[in-house]
């Protein structure tokens, strides 16, 4: 059953539509959170038992998740480890990550604020680097070299000091040398084959072996992820994260301008994640029927068949709408990770009307693979919704401001009344009185 596709074409006419949208609606969300109690006990009882247990904890749940049995002294990837794999890579694969890590920093430097600004009237902003950062590269699937690169190079460009990377022991118990090639290239020597909500919680409160970090981001599954959420939100400690970044999406507007071949070739790079979300929304019955019929020819071909078509039948969608505007709307309201828009002459101003959405991909040429390696932008992207609220990963999440304000004395006097007039209102004649004592003769 899980080789059949069962993904039809809905008439958002028909009665069943809305009911469709909120059943995928629905999917997002459980596929980024948990939905049952007992996931959530278990999460918090594996990070409690890291923030007790520490090291030991560690290599309990990495031995249970991974199957790999490690030492504490094990968990770290030596230099010497990474050097070989650097040696090892293939020279074509190693230009092309060289490419790709000059793409980002040029982006992430052209849209980075982080420089000392003085604004007017005695004020300014000053901009300074989180000193310590903690990277989750997913590897349970597939080595993603592509995610060192657009997480540790957006760190780089801001000037963070230590930068730390973990990722799971899944590849001949250690991680995929293509991964810690790319680390060595980025100069990262702190890299740790240890990964899940143990990673998480080691990296958040810190270990025997592992020092504490500041902020963590980077994609993952949900166990990553929920545990990124929990450790943000713990009462007794400071640890930053950039956003729910857990399985893919991408919602594709489309017109019967589109070539129906890419678009199904877009859904199945998304699909074939596993999980992930693949939607179509267009005002063309023709071309939602063509799509139909290419996915189900190229899930044919694709090594991953099995997984993209339970994820095309769990979390995808091919609806037929009215207008576009109906699109734009719906669209909206999933904000999906990606968003593509392939309505020819008329993509970049629907692009405009886009409010929710980690990333928007413009135009018939420009599938969600420009981005995940190649564009600049970092790939690390809000998911389950998650666009309503947060941004896609870049330079500027690795920096934190301090306002600054300096009065002269004339200045001071200039704004005194307004000021003492403002903390009297509140009550706070303490406050009125820091300004009147500086007035006295």
Known sequence: MNDILHLNIIDSNGADSTNKLEEIKRALLDAACFKSNDDKNKLAEICNDVFQNKDNAVAKYTEKFDGVKLTPEQF?????DLKKAHSEIDKSLLASIRKSISNVRKYQEEIFIGKNKICSNGTGIKYTPIERVGI???????????????????AQVAGVKEIVVVSPPRYKGSIHPIILATCYELKINE???I????????????????????KIVGPGNKWV????RQIFCHADNFVGIDSIA???EVLIIADDSANPTWIAADMLSQAEHAPGSAILFTTSQSLAEKVREQLEIQRQRLNRKKEATECLNNYGGIFVFGSIEKCIDWADTLAPEHLQIQCGDKSRKIAEKINNAGAIFIGNYTPVATGDYWAGPSHTL???MGAWIFSALTSNDFIKSTSIIEYNKDMLVKSAEDIIRLAEAEGLDGHAKSVKIRLEK
Do not use: F
């Open 382 to 384: 809000p998911t389950g």
């Open 195 to 214: 990964g899940g909500a143990q990673a998480v919680a080691a990296l958040a409160r810190g270990t025997n072996t592992i020092k504490k970090v500041l």
């Open 191 to 193: 890299v740790y084959r």
């Open 136 to 154: 989750c590269v997913p590897g349970a699937s597939t080595p993603l070299p592509s995610t060192v690169i657009m997480t540790v190079v957006p």
């Open 246 to 248: 857990g399985p893919s």
């Open 225 to 228: 992820q929920m545990a990124k």
């Open 76 to 80: 770290c990837i030596s230099i010497e």
